[in-house]
């Protein structure tokens, strides 16, 4: 079970709007430790889309966007399309064991 | 344009030592991390570690100090993965990484390499 807690699934239909939270605690998220969201289709390497919280990356889409709170994070994506089907994990660094981290994943399903 | 090629698949026996590869270029390889992750076959994606080969400074995550040990030969830009004695719980997808070209922290992957799998038998 991972430091960082994402929910294991969610799911929406094309062009609705989905979240997926990264639930941390004191030691890394809530430390104001930054956190990355990557994207990871089957068979291929993982991308970033978004680091430091709430900046995309080069070429990613204006309907994916990140958001930090407290000791949690969010990434949400708009305007849902068939090809954003795909893992989704969040990343930080946790105080406690001096290393980075990824959430468990999340499995997005475009219905 | 930043681009990591990583070494083939492998196919090893439980006690077996195995040393994998990831070639940078596009980048400057002295003055960005490059880190490793592995994803087990139907799991997520862990952070084994990170070299910066500029001083060859490393960290590991608690999970893999010890099991693993992550190298780096900057006079051919390639950093390694290498195990001294192979379980078959290592079978897995193995990527590496780097926080070039616009590294907001040192664990950020901007650029991934295209995966070893690695297979070992018991």
């Known amino acids: 079970q991972s430091v960082l807690t994402q929910p294991p699934s969610v799911s929406g239909a094309p062009g609705q709007r989905v979240t997926i939270s990264c639930t941390g605690s004191?030691?890394?998220?809530?430390?104001?430790?930054?956190v990355h969201w990557y994207q990871h289709l089957p068979g291929a390497a993982p991308k970033l889309l978004i680091h430091?919280?709430?900046n995309r990356a080069s070429g990613v889409p204006v309907r994916f966007s990140g958001s930090k709170s407290g000791t949690s994070a969010s990434l949400a994506i708009t305007g849902l399309q068939a090809e954003d089907e795909a893992d989704y994990y969040c990343?930080?660094?946790?105080?406690?064991?001096?290393?980075?981290?990824f959430g468990g994943g999340t499995t997005l399903t475009v219905l | 344009e930043v681009q990591l090629e990583q070494s083939g698949a492998e196919v090893k026996k439980s006690g077996e030592t195995l040393k994998i590869s990831c070639k940078g270029s596009?980048?400057?390889?002295?003055?960005?991390?490059i880190a490793w992750v592995r994803q087990m076959p139907g799991k997520g994606l862990e952070w084994m570690g990170t070299?910066?080969?500029?001083?060859?400074?490393?960290r590991y995550s608690p999970s893999f100090e010890g099991q693993v040990t992550i190298s780096a030969d900057k006079s051919i830009n390639t950093a390694y993965l290498k195990w001294h004695s192979l379980k078959a719980s290592d079978s897995g997808m193995y990527f590496c990484?780097?926080?070039?070209?616009?590294?907001?922290?040192?664990?950020?992957?901007?650029?991934w390499g295209q995966g070893t799998l690695v297979t070992v038998s018991s």
């Open positions: 990484a780097t926080d070039a070209p616009d590294s907001s922290t040192w664990y950020t992957l901007g650029a």
């Open positions: 004191s030691s890394n998220i809530g430390a104001d430790y930054d």
């Open positions: 430091a919280n709430n």
């Open positions: 070299i910066y080969p500029g001083d060859s400074e490393t």
């Open positions: 990343q930080s660094y946790d105080s406690t064991i001096s290393a980075s981290l």
């Open positions: 596009g980048f400057s390889f002295t003055s960005y991390w």
